[in-house]
């Protein structure tokens, strides 16, 4: 396949896909989960949490049977291409490539924030481009080389949150958990849903790297089973040992009241002194957490863009191959450069809202492929099923509306700013598809 100039070079193991989908999401454990308690407190931001990994269980098991069938760079909009036509395919893969492409910007700015605190003489600004400009290069350089480093640094991450609650757990009081648990009612848990989503946010990225994967149909499931159940453990490890130690309020607000979203560094604050030696290091390892998915969602978004480019849904020079280094450069570097853009207007809040709108969109269209694929295609062959079909599909597919309704009602005007951007796209679409081919 190497030598064909459209297509991507197979490179991939499956502890790599590993490292992938694990460091795409860890930061979702490190920042921005904790501002959930201060809409749900701990019962509310629990239930959420359940809600949600329920619903990443089972759609990352059906997920998994499309990324098997179908190894493909393109992910959803390539499932919904062939079982739901051009149309649908194209909503797929406009809010695929929404969800990855304004999910860095967000990172990219606690990685600024987290420097400036070290090097207050560089703007958090300036860091996150920096930070935009290395990474896009890296991933430039070669898939192989950009997992591989993925691998690395999701390990630090893996092992820096085991050794968090290793030292939080001993501290970790039941009455906690039980303070103040519902502070705005059972509404809280609807309003916590997009923070719990954070934890977990991106880890379906793994099918978008399905064709540079060696032995997809036997790879995939190994990589992305064990990455789910990897952050599903994490997720109950972080959420406990951090609200365990004083409560969640702890983890939400600094010492002069105004929240944060680093809430790791708040509990470890309760327990060490600011000047101890084990506190800094922790807090300095802590920005893995948030490289490894930066890197990941950026590698992930260059094979989205890259397959609508190839697929003419979008520019055709997004499609492009770097032929040096075989990996989607040009679309790489449109991605780097909306990012910026996003960097810019400094509204952090509603582009991790928007990418989390493109996810919902995403799991709800990719659930009902999986079901039309059965109907359409019921002797395709299915290196792996979804457990107890069609449970697992019509399940992740009502949690994914549920919760695209709840955060459509608590943020109302993004959704309306979302679905512009998804009408305008399809509008664009059918004036200039037909003409493109």
């Given at each position: ?23 795409y ?12 308690l ?66 860095p ?17 560089l ?6 481009i ?15 080389a ?8 999701t390990?630090?991450?893996?092992g820096?949150l ?8 001993p ?7 039980v ?20 934890f977990f ?21 190994k ?15 972080t959420f406990?040992s ?16 105004t ?8 509990a ?35 094979r ?11 520019p055709?020079?997004?499609g492009?191959?770097?032929?040096r ?30 990418s ?13 492929a ?7 295609e019921p ?10 079909y ?20 608590y ?16 509008l ?10």
């Amino acid at each position: 396949m190497s030598e064909q100039p459209n297509q991507l070079k197979r490179s991939l193991n499956a502890t790599m896909l590993w490292g992938l989908g694990v460091g795409y999401v860890i930061s979702g454990m490190y920042f921005g989960w904790n501002l959930g308690l201060e809409k749900g407190g701990t019962l509310g931001m629990g239930l959420a949490t359940l809600f949600i990994s329920l619903m990443y269980i089972t759609f990352t098991f059906s997920y998994t049977e499309l990324a098997c069938a179908i190894p493909k760079a393109g992910g959803a909009f390539d499932y919904a291409e062939r079982t739901l036509g051009k149309d649908w395919a194209f909503f797929a893969g406009m809010a695929q490539n929404i969800e990855f492409i304004f999910a860095p910007p967000a990172i990219a700015f606690a990685i600024g924030a987290y420097f400036n605190l070290f090097f207050p003489q560089l703007s958090i600004l300036s860091i996150a481009i920096t930070a935009y400009i290395i990474f896009t290069a890296l991933n430039i350089s070669g898939v192989k080389a950009a997992a591989t480093f993925e691998l690395i640094i999701t390990i630090l991450a893996v092992g820096e949150l085991l050794l968090f609650s290793g030292i939080t757990l001993p501290h970790f009081q039941t009455g906690n958990l039980v303070k103040n648990a519902l502070p705005n009612g059972w509404q809280g848990a609807f309003a916590s849903i997009p923070f719990a989503i954070w934890f977990f946010l991106g880890i379906e990225g793994v099918a978008n790297v399905a064709e540079e994967t060696k032995d997809p149909q036997k790879t995939i499931l190994k990589g992305f089973g064990s990455a789910i159940l990897t952050l599903v453990v994490l997720c109950i490890l972080t959420f406990v040992s951090s609200v365990g130690v004083a409560g969640w309020e702890a983890v939400v607000y600094t010492r002069e009241g105004t929240p944060s979203d680093s809430p790791l560094p708040l509990a470890l604050s309760h327990i060490v002194t600011g000047n101890n030696f084990l506190y800094h290091m922790l807090v300095t390892v802590g920005l893995f957490g948030l490289v490894a998915s930066f890197h990941g969602i950026i590698l992930a978004a260059g094979r989205s863009t890259f397959e609508f480019g190839r697929a003419r849904f979008a520019p055709a020079g997004l499609g492009h191959i770097n032929r040096r280094f075989q990996t989607p450069s040009t679309a790489l570097l449109a991605n780097m450069v909306i990012g910026i853009i996003a960097l810019l207007t400094g509204k952090t809040s509603e582009i991790i809202i928007l990418s989390v709108f493109g996810a919902l969109t995403l799991y709800i269209i990719s659930m009902i492929a999986v079901i039309k694929l059965h109907c359409k295609e019921p002797n395709l062959h299915r290196p792996f099923k979804a457990p107890f079909y069609p449970l697992f599909p019509m399940l992740a597919l009502l949690l994914a509306v549920i919760s695209f309704i709840a955060i459509t009602i608590y943020n109302f005007k993004l959704a309306l700013f979302y679905t512009g951007i998804l009408l305008a796209g399809y509008l664009l679409f059918r004036i200039f598809y037909k003409q493109s081919l």
